[in-house]
């Protein structure tokens, strides 16, 4: 490693939760993914929101793999890569998402010291193989035998690795980018032809305020006169979309399968109650907003 290298290495830096963190968006996040990737409780909420406390972090990279908007920054833990195999020293296996990362860039296969196999590193074998199958990719290669010297990559390395076919390596070592660019971990970049996520829209309740629109950074949403489209292959369950509707009319579950767009349409119908014209995703809603508000909550709203 040369002196640049090591510098690199020794400079010192904190994880930090940014702006971009879906309980920053709105209060009505429900989203605890960080929290929960915490092993050491490092990660609590104030006012609402999720804030790192450095004092307590190991910087072990579990909630940066977790958080569903790449919210969180910091460098990544380091990795020892044999051409294309991963070799993972730590007991701990990486995460699922890191993983199928590496994959699409690839490293297809897993080495071992001991063909004794924790219980843990089998369960995360047969969840990534699991999604590999779904993904219509081939499962991992276990190997117990190398037959070159390993080549461990250091943190700089591993955003590089990240980072594959980037245009140029001095336009990387500018110190915006020092930190582990963690928009990379994002799988919708990797697996375009597939979605993770299953987006459900119950038209009898969706009252089209938009508000999943405005509040969606990755576009899955989108209302025109006569439709509303929403489009799953970007979506990463923050669950903001989900969490802001009032009307509960949102429902996110996970599911792998081939990239599909659906399209609601929008119907206009006259309210039976006020017959005012208005807009509505059911084409056998009777009542516009208003009016089933009303009725809802009482006069107060006149």
């Known amino acids: 490693m ?14 930090e939760i940014l702006k971009s963190c879906s309980r920053y968006q709105s209060p009505f996040s429900s989203c605890t993914k960080c929290l929960d990737s915490c092993e ?37 833990p380091k990795r020892h890569i044999i051409e294309h195999h991963v070799f993972i020293a ?14 699409q860039t690839g490293v297809t296969s897993v080495y071992f010291h001991n ?14 193989n699991s999604k590999l199958a779904q993904l219509n990719e081939e499962a991992l290669v276990i190997q117990f035998e190398i037959q070159k010297q390993d080549e461990k990559m250091t943190r700089r390395e591993i955003f590089s690795f990240w980072k594959k076919g980037a245009a140029s390596t001095v336009r990387q070592m500018a110190p915006a980018k020092w930190r582990f660019n963690h928009q990379n971990l994002e799988l919708a970049h990797y ?15 969706c009252t089209l305020c938009k508000a999943c629109e405005m509040l969606c950074r990755k576009n899955c949403f989108h209302f025109s006169e006569t439709e509303l489209t929403i489009t799953a292959q970007t979506c990463t369950g923050c669950m903001l979309c989900a969490d802001i509707c009032q009307e509960k009319a949102i429902i996110i579950t996970d599911n792998i399968q081939r990239a599909s767009t659906r399209i609601h349409h929008l ?17 056998v809603e009777e009542e516009c907003v208003r009016c089933k508000k009303m009725k809802q909550y009482g006069s107060f709203l006149r």
């Not at 929101?49 to 004092?55: A, L």
């Not at 730590?90 to 994959?103: A, Q």
């Not at 109650?273 to 509505?280: D, L, N, R, V």
């Open 191 to 205: 697996f375009r032809e597939y979605q993770f996520k299953e987006i459900e829209l119950d038209e009898s309740k």
């Open 2 to 15: 040369g002196l640049f290298d090591r510098w690199m290495e020794s400079l010192d830096y904190e994880f």
């Open 267 to 283: 119907y206009q119908r006259e309210c039976s109650s006020c017959h005012a014209a208005f807009t509505s995703a059911s084409h």
């Open 115 to 128: 063909k004794e196999l924790s219980e843990e590193w089998k369960r995360f074998l047969n969840e990534i």
């Open 90 to 103: 730590e007991e701990k296996p990486p995460s699922v998402k890191e993983m199928l990362g590496y994959y």
């Open 40 to 76: 050491i409780n490092a990660i609590v909420l104030k006012d609402g929101k999720p804030v790192i406390q450095s004092d307590q972090c190991t910087e072990c990279g579990d909630c940066i793999a977790e958080c569903p908007v790449q919210a969180v920054e910091g460098f990544y």
